[in-house]
Structure formats: structure tokens, C-alpha cells
């Protein structure tokens, strides 16, 4: 069996036009090196694989040819050093000796420290003078992936040169290179994840290529790609995200299990989730497609999806999948924690008038709704029902389902934050009707009745004529901490304890204003507020109430005593120590 030698070695740049991703710091080396004004210690630190010894060996071998017969050959002049297993003062005592000594052949020593932070302190501590004062023949250029670790008085010696992270797009085209040596054929969304999951090193990326061309026998298509590495691919969001522009969130729990059972990693499935709207959203302005790290053909994809979509649906979607992101790490049931996001995306642009952000030519949902009440009925005080008639059109064929006017009551009471509690404070006008027939809420006809059902109540009955009474400020703390003790009583001690926290303050046009520390105090309270605002119109009968809740910062300033201020204090509790001051004769 001949010997294969791996694409990371075989394409190691030899120079600095072949470096990829750090044309920032190659440019500044090479007018170093022209303008013969390369400093003698220099520390190339940046993440795994993104090219610092390469850069370091490239350098190394210019330093001498920039002056002499390039034909030459100066690799005795270069000692590379891998500080992981030479971390001793011993070590560097060697190289403190060495480098008293000048090159025989060119005009400098090269000297490269591999992997830097894994000296000792006491190594660091020796080597220090000898990097401050090098002899003139002499250069250092050491290399770490963990920059914190070098002692301050190492970096102040040293010449530093942060190495960034590759693109996504420089290490596709890299591959794309590659791939074409070696008469691959491939995927551009094959490349695209396999850059993707190098995470900005291109020497994982070579890697990762390297055992993706043996897998797919030299056809790397997106699909064998994504299986192999345990990813989804785009494909898969898009099925997903039609899932849940059709509000089918049955449809969403089981495809979303299906990819548990693949093996997807609960919070890489949630992360790629984000990345599938951000992309959606890039998709809506032409000048922000270059923005987006796909291919052409999966970008053309989500410019035709993107149509049908509002912006103001996308960014609601994205702060769902980013709160679930955020959260995740703290939750013990994962599983659920995900599953809740996606039924808050699925039924996002369903739960009334203000989240109504799909467009309504969407093409994907073809639902028709026909409201139509019985000749002369329509809703009273008495008993009679109002039957509504809802039809809908779905992929298995037609069905109708009728429901009792009291949904529909139940449904306007909500909309009007009337508290269902003590029916009697409640005007004639609202009291609600016998029920005969109950819908499930998790049913897309049911929330579909109840937009239906706001259009049809509207129109009776006025905010205007609803109880608008006037209260002081003690009253509405009153109730307020009526209300917080009711929920401690319940177990609800978290919201609780977030309603507790500052004072509730009344304006001139009946606005209450409350403060929070914080933006998750924020988003629990206005949870909670489908409870308690209703709960505060019907306890002071005044229907014109509104909640704006602030977040302030709660800065604790700190105090500093005096000794003397401590002796004070700590004499009120004890007088003995003022005796005790005396005997010792101490002064205060």
C-alpha cells in the first residue's frame, strides 16, 4: 500500500501568498521584511489551525533568503522547539547558551517556540532577559492558541500578532481548490458543511475533507456529508419550517422526534434552527445576500421562501429560537424546552391580531374560514346559542365542525381582559352562555374561531362603555400585594418574588409602571400578565387599566470605611474593646 499523505501537509503554505484567511498580518510581515524592520521577538497567538506556525516556518525561511542567494540553504539556522514537552528552565538555559553562538551560514538564528503557554512559570522567568536583549543574530517568534496564559512581562517583549479566525466562505473556496486537484466531484453545500463544522480552522476543515472523500468514495454531495458529520442540512430546516408556517404542530413534534432519534444534538438542532430565519430574514433585501453562507442554489431557495413571509414574523421567530438558545443550559427537561419553542413558532402568527404576520397570499396554507351565524340570532342575555359553522380544507379532505356561541363569548371576555372569576361585577352585556359542545384550544380551528369570533363581537360593544372608576394609589397597591400573595400561596414563588421587588407607581392616565432587574424578569411578568391585569380592572373597576413594565439596573454602590469608622461601629456592639484599646495603649 503506497503512503497517503493527508491534505493539511500536502497543502502546508510554503509562502505567504498562499496563506489563507490572514492577509492582515502575511502583508504586515513581508513590508516588515522588505523595509528590514522585523522586530527580533514576535508572538503569533490566535485559535487551532488558522495558520501560526506555517506563518512562523514561512518567515523564518525569509528572514535569511531576503538577503541572500535564495538557492542557499539555511534550514540550520531555524530550530523549532515544541514547549509542550521541553517546559523545563533547563530547556531554556540550552537555548539562552545557544544563542550566544552565530550562524555559520546566513545572517540570522531562527528560533520558533511551539505552543508557548505550556512553559513554566520558572521557564518563562529565565527566559525573560534574553528575550529583552537578544543578541542581533538572533530571532524568536513564538506561537500559542492560548494568549492568556503568557505572563504580562513575556507579551511586553514581544511583538504581538493576533490570528483571526478563516471565513466560512475562504475555506470553501480553499476546498473548492482542493477538489478540483484531486478530480473530486462535489456538492457546494457539501463544502459549505464541512467548512461550517471546522468552526474557522482550516486545518480541521482538511481533515474533515480528507475522510468525507474516503466516505463518499470522491462524490461529496450535501446530503452523505450531513449524515456522516451528524448534521442537518438545509433541506431538513425547510421541511421543518414548512411544518410550521402550516401551524401543523403535531407535524413538528414528530419530525422534530425523527431527528432525536437520528442522534441530533438537542441545542445544535435549536442553533441551526436561528440560522435557518436569520438566513430568511438576509433573504428579504437584496444587499444582505452576501451575508448569507450558503450556496447559490440553497440561496435561491430561501429568496423564493422569504417571499411569503413578513420581517416583523421573522424577527418574533428569531427571539423565540435565540430565548430558547439562551435558556437551554438551564433547564432539566431538554426535550420539552425545545419542543415548546417550536410550538410557539408554529402557532406565532396565530394568536390574535398583533402576531398576524404572515402575508395573505401565503401560498403554503390554503385554509378557508366561512363564519356564518343562523338568520336573526345574535348574542343576548338569554340562553338561545349562536351556532357557528367552520369549514377548512386540509390534505385529507373536508370537514365541518360546529361550535356553541359560548367559545365565542369565552374568546371576546379574553380579548377585553374581562376576569371570568365573579361573573356578577361583570356587565349584562358579557355574561357568557350555556355551553353544549367544548373545542380543544390546542386545535387550529379553535384559534381560527376566535379571531373570527373578535370580528363578529367587536362591533356591540365599545370599549368606551366598560366601568372606569377611580382608585388612589393605596388601593392599587393593596390589590397588587393581594395578588402577589395569592400567587406565593399557589407555589408560584419565582413571579412572586419578581412582583414583590419594587414599588407599583400610578400615573395621570391610569398607566401602572413597574421596574425589573433585569430582561427575564421582564419576559416572566409579561406571562403573567394575561392573569393579573384582569385581575386589577375587575378588583378596581376601572377597564382602562395598562401595564408598562421598565427594566433598571440595580447598582449597588460600594461603601468604604474608614478604620475608625470600624473601631465606631464595632464599639456599639461591644464597649469592652474601648478598655481594651486603653490597657494596650492604642490609638484611635
Sequence with gaps: MSSFVVSALKYRPTSFDEVIGQENITKTLQNSLNSDQLAQALLFCGPRGVGKTSCARILAKQINGASKNSNEDFSFNIFELDAASNNSVEDIRKINDQVRIPPQVGSHKIYIIDEAHMLSNAAFNSFLKTLEEPPKHVVFILATTEKNKIIPTILSRCQVYDFNRISIQDIKQYLVKIANDRNLSFEENALYLIAQKAEGALRDALSIFDRMASFTQGNLTSKAVAE????????????????????????????????????????????????????????????????????????????????????????????????????????????????????????????????????????????????????????????????????????????????????????????????????????????????????????????????????????????????????????????????????????KNNIASILSLNNVILDKSNIINFSVANEMNKLELHSEMENLLPYLKKKLNNFSLKIEINITEIIKEEIVFSPQEKYQHLLKTNSVLDDLRKKFDLYF
Design 228 to 491: 456522516n458529520l451528524n448534521l442537518l442540512d438545509h433541506q431538513t430546516y425547510f421541511n421543518i419550517a414548512d411544518l410550521l408556517f402550516l401551524n401543523d404542530i403535531p407535524g413538528v413534534l414528530v419530525a422534530y422526534n425523527v431527528l432525536l432519534q437520528r442522534g441530533i444534538d438537542n441545542l445544535q438542532f435549536v442553533s441551526g434552527l436561528g440560522d435557518h430565519f436569520r438566513n430568511l430574514m438576509l433573504s428579504k433585501d437584496s444587499s444582505t445576500l452576501k451575508l448569507m453562507e450558503v450556496g447559490s442554489s440553497i440561496r435561491v431557495n430561501y429568496e423564493n421562501s422569504t417571499k411569503i413571509l413578513s420581517l416583523e414574523f421573522l424577527i418574533d421567530a428569531i427571539e423565540i429560537v435565540n430565548s430558547c438558545e439562551l435558556n437551554y443550559k438551564n433547564i432539566k427537561n431538554r426535550r420539552v424546552h425545545v419542543e415548546l419553542c417550536l410550538m410557539n413558532l408554529a402557532s406565532l402568527h396565530f394568536n390574535g391580531e398583533k402576531k398576524n404576520y404572515i402575508i395573505p397570499t401565503y401560498e403554503y396554507k390554503k385554509n378557508i374560514l366561512n363564519v356564518s351565524s343562523k338568520k336573526n340570532k345574535s348574542f343576548n342575555t338569554d340562553t338561545t346559542e349562536t351556532s357557528v359553522e367552520y369549514k377548512t380544507e386540509t390534505k385529507t379532505g373536508k370537514y365541518k365542525e360546529n361550535v356553541s356561541s359560548l367559545d365565542i363569548k369565552k374568546s371576546y371576555e379574553s380579548s377585553k381582559d374581562i376576569s371570568k372569576e365573579e361573573p356578577s361585577q361583570i356587565p349584562l352585556e358579557y355574561k357568557t352562555l350555556n355551553q353544549n359542545k367544548h373545542v380543544s384550544g390546542f386545535s387550529l380551528s379553535s384559534i381560527a374561531l376566535k379571531k373570527a369570533a373578535n370580528k363578529i363581537k367587536k362591533p356591540l360593544v365599545s370599549e368606551e362603555k366598560l366601568p372606569k372608576d377611580s382608585f388612589l394609589q393605596k388601593d392599587l397597591e393593596l390589590f397588587w400585594k393581594k395578588y402577589t400573595k395569592e400567587q406565593k400561596d399557589k407555589g
